[in-house]
């Protein structure tokens, strides 16, 4: 198949009552940090779902595949102030190829209804995905403030429920 993402992500810090140092001398202030970034990917995605009958319409489900996406960086902002000092610096079109993996397990169960011109089919499912070295803004904090770093992975998961009436 083919898997297509739209990811926008912002992060803000506050650091109210901050101790930074200024001209030498340490000094309380307000200060934060928000960086931004905003991408899109593209690429073909292999997998397999499985269902495994329990019995009585009842099934165990389980699904899993992964991708390697050409991701485009539109743009990453990052914006800080510390004090009385601003830095806002931006990155425009960047380009990578980003491996991404899913699982999900769960189950279901489906029946014919009124002498089978009906189907109804219910079922709950946990998904996770990962898209490695996704979070980019996570890397350009770090350079832009002189601290070694990698890429951050971007985790998603939560319950999946479908409700499939058909007639």
Do not use: K
């Amino acid at each position: 198949g083919l898997r297509g993402q739209w990811i926008r992500q912002n992060f803000s810090v506050d650091f109210p009552s901050a101790i930074v140092t200024l001209s030498g001398f340490p000094v309380v202030t307000d200060s934060f940090v928000s960086v931004r970034s905003h991408s899109w990917a593209i690429g073909p995605v292999v997998g397999a779902n499985t269902h495994w009958l329990l019995g009585a319409g009842f099934r165990f489900e389980g699904a899993a595949a992964g991708s390697i996406c050409y991701t485009r960086y539109t743009s990453i902002n990052l914006s800080e102030s510390l004090g009385t000092e601003s830095d806002s610096s931006r990155l425009h079109h960047l380009g990578f190829l980003r491996p991404t993996a899913e699982l999900g397990v769960g189950f279901g169960w489906g029946s014919y209804l009124w002498c089978q011109s009906y189907y109804m089919d219910l079922s709950l499912r946990y998904d996770f995905h990962v898209l490695w070295d996704q979070n980019v803004m996570v890397e350009f904090a770090n350079a832009m403030n002189g601290i070694p770093g990698t890429n951050g992975n971007l985790y998603m998961h939560g319950l999946t429920l479908t409700l499939l009436f058909a007639f």
